[in-house]
């Protein structure tokens, strides 16, 4: 099964998609991230997000994705983080998938035990579960295989 992770945002929108089976732990299979330029106009940077995601799925055919949910955001930042999220849920409704969504402190507890966990130590069981000799960056697709993992964990 592939599953996809997406860590919304409307600058830097991070994704990672990871392969599991029954019989093989979770492997890396593509990491990054959609940028979008902060002096484009909003519906540029919109459209931006809409194509490269379409392509994304397009390109990999991801069976499950994983989406963080909006949880606290700085006030200035929240209407544009939503108006991006909300471009990636037609995105995947367009494409026939149903995210799994959950919070930061989910998808904290799920890799790390603890619900408060720092990004040092959620971006650790990151590199642990997926066996990787070196951290991902930029800290966004880190975040986006975090969400992955997460929603490999809680598959019925």
Partial sequence: MRILGIDPGIATLGFGLIETGRLHPPQL??????????????????ITIHQDLHTLIQQWQPQQVGLEKLFFYRM???????????????????????PMEFSPPQIKQSLTGYGNADKSAVHGAVQRELNLSQAIKPDDASDALAIALTCWRFQP
């Fill in 29 to 46: 299979l593509e990491v990054g991230v959609i940028k979008t330029g902060s002096q484009d106009a909003m519906g540029d940077r919109l």
């Fill in 76 to 98: 200035g930042n929240l209407i544009p983080v939503a108006q991006a999220r909300g471009v990636i849920l037609l995105v995947l409704a367009q494409s026939g998938l149903v």
